[in-house]
């Protein structure tokens, strides 16, 4: 019975994937050969699999897998869609996303250990961030990816992931360091500079990434994490004060010293003042946007694809334009889902550095989500990361599945508490 009701919630997601393209192929689409035919077969036995295999381990229906099925179908849809070349390849991404989730939630012990060896988990995730800086291949006006041949890597996405870990592990582990006995500074209250040196350390790694890899959305992303969880496990006010005074300072003195971060700030501010060049990409996001309206034009049947990068950065425009309001409000409601029943698990553990972790990887979850559609609608600054499950790539398939057995794991060791 259990099984029965998980899998119920994966088919309707499936059905609208396979609707979805056979709509494509109504419409001239270039088809489906026996090898994608044979991957995406492979990606819906996986997909029920897993639930099958977690709710009978669980003894309950998950909460996280079928979220992340549902934006899995949106993004293999939008791929089609967009770039059919790459929908092979996307197939391929979310078959080895969901291996990778399935394996990390059966070695929840092993890794869960990780936990206390959390200078080697600081020290790799250094490591992680400042390779780009070093051997970094510039593609799209960011330098953030590692280029190995044909194959393109992109270490952030899973520098988040071990950064989540690691402040867990070292704010959990120092808590009362950091909030007892504090000094004041000017109008700030902090711990000994030796305790929160390795904050001020990710607060400057997430300016570098800003400044010297044009990374803005990783940077957004990375500080982000770093704020809301220092500030889950202090509830010091001034942390999150004195990092909202950093960021503003370090980008200010950004915006004085490099040109590249006075042309971002001058596309978000003044768009229309160059649209057919450098600001082609925000203006044409905004055409789309605003072609959608409420219900959209239709799946298949709009123009997204003259926007440049519009099935990495840009994919979250193409949703609002063919399936309108309705459709990019389905989306963010995913996240916002993802995000509740993160804090719900985060607030089942009984160990702080567990309850940490949940609210990290949910924090991760709808700040990246909110960070791209705030860069596509002008909000933000362009950022050029990408919308977790749905964007194409495999880093970041893959690394949003390791967010996901992350919570999976967690979410079962609240479970068995509560049971």
């Known amino acids: ?24 192929m109504l419409r001239h689409w270039p088809g489906i050969d026996s090898t994608v035919l044979a991957l995406l077969a492979a990606v ?22 079928p979220i992340a099925v549902f934006l899995s179908c949106i993004g293999l849809l939008m791929t ?14 979310v078959l080895v996303g969901i291996v990778v989730f399935t394996s990390v939630v059966m070695a929840r012990k092993k890794v869960l250990a990780l936990l206390d060896y959390q200078y080697s988990l600081g020290a790799l995730c250094l490591i992680l961030l400042i390779l780009p ?41 120092h808590r009362q360091v950091l909030t007892e006995n504090l000094r004041r500074f000017f109008l700030f209250e902090t711990a000994p500079l030796r305790f929160i040196a390795p904050l001020l350390l990710i607060w400057g790694m997430a300016m570098l990434m800003f400044v010297i890899a044009r990374d803005l959305g990783s940077a957004l992303l990375f500080f982000g994490i770093a704020v809301f969880m220092t500030y889950m496990a202090t509830g010091s006010k001034s942390y999150v004060a004195a990092a909202m005074l950093f960021f503003t300072a370090a980008s200010a003195v950004s915006y004085m010293l490099f040109s590249h971060v006075r042309v971002r700030v001058a596309i978000w501010l003044h768009p229309w003042q160059d649209p057919s060049g450098m600001a082609y990409q925000v203006v044409q996001s905004l055409f789309a946007i605003g072609t959608g ?127």
């Open 1 to 24: 019975m259990l099984e029965r009701s998980g899998v119920q919630l994966l088919l309707g997601p499936v059905l609208a994937l396979a609707c979805g393209l056979g709509a494509l």
């Open 44 to 65: 819906v036995v996986f997909m029920l699999g897993t639930e099958i295999f977690l709710s009978h381990r669980f003894r309950r229906t998950v909460k996280f897998f």
């Open 293 to 419: 309206g409420i219900w959209g034009v239709g799946y298949a049947h709009g123009n997204p694809d003259i926007i440049p990068a519009v099935h990495t950065d840009f994919v979250f425009s193409a949703i609002a334009e063919e399936l309108g309001f309705l459709g990019m409000t389905a989306v963010l409601l995913g996240y916002l889902f993802l995000f509740y029943y993160a804090i719900q698990t985060a607030l089942l553990q009984t160990r702080l550095v567990y309850t940490l972790i949940a609210a990290g990887c949910g924090t991760a979850f709808i700040l990246q989500a909110f960070i791209i559609a705030a860069g596509v609608t002008k909000f933000l600054p362009l950022t050029g990361i990408t919308l977790p499950f749905i964007s194409y790539g495999g880093s970041s398939m893959i690394a949003s599945f390791l967010m996901l057995a992350l919570l999976t794991i967690l979410e079962k060791e609240g479970n068995e508490r509560v049971g």
């Open 133 to 173: 800086l070093l051997f970094g291949t510039e593609i799209g006006g960011s330098r953030n990816w590692i280029a190995l041949g044909s194959i393109t890597i992109q270490p952030s996405e899973f520098g988040k992931i071990v950064l989540i870990l690691f402040l867990a592990a070292y704010l959990a582990d």
């Open 80 to 93: 089609a869609r967009l770039v059919p070349a790459l929908f092979k390849m996307q197939l391929c991404w």
